[in-house]
């Protein structure tokens, strides 16, 4: 999905590094599901170590294509396995996640950006999406990859970086 820049304000069309100036990457490692990659993943932020009261950003590189309904039903089941119970709650995150995402396509990336006390941002292919003011959402959606009980460790491991960080 590609919308003409003029349909947004001026801040829609800027790149997401705006919101994280002098970031560097922290680590990256890749998705696989059954030996096929799904997306690369790479987090940045301006701290070192990177943790959740510093702003940072998680940015997805798809290698394949994959539909919006599915990227927001896999992030809706991996929130209520993280611990996220509330039916209604989680119903309107995922009004929300459908609004911030698109159906991908190999090549495409959408980056979440992690404020702490504001919410979060989303950027698909370095254009401002969406934005939630949800504390408790944000939170909750970069827990799927940054928790200690993510599914895949491995990958957490190696988007924290080398510092033998626990916590994000």
Known sequence: MS???????????????????GAVQIGQGQFTWYGVSVYQA?????????????SFAL????????????LVQSSIDEMRRLGTHDEGLLTR???EMRKAFVDVRAGQRITGIYLPGQGCR????????YAVTDNAFARAFFSIWLDRR???PELRRELLGSNGVDEP
């Open 42 to 54: 790479s987090l940045w932020s301006t701290a070192r170590p990177a943790g959740w009261e510093h």
């Open 59 to 70: 940015e997805l590189a798809y290698r394949r294509a994959l539909s919006r309904d599915t």
């Open 3 to 21: 919308l003409c820049c003029g349909f947004w304000s001026a801040p829609g069309c800027a790149d997401w590094q705006q919101d994280l100036p």
């Open 150 to 152: 993510t599914r895949n």
């Open 93 to 95: 995150w995922a009004g």
């Open 122 to 129: 989303f950027y698909v292919d370095g254009r401002f999406r």
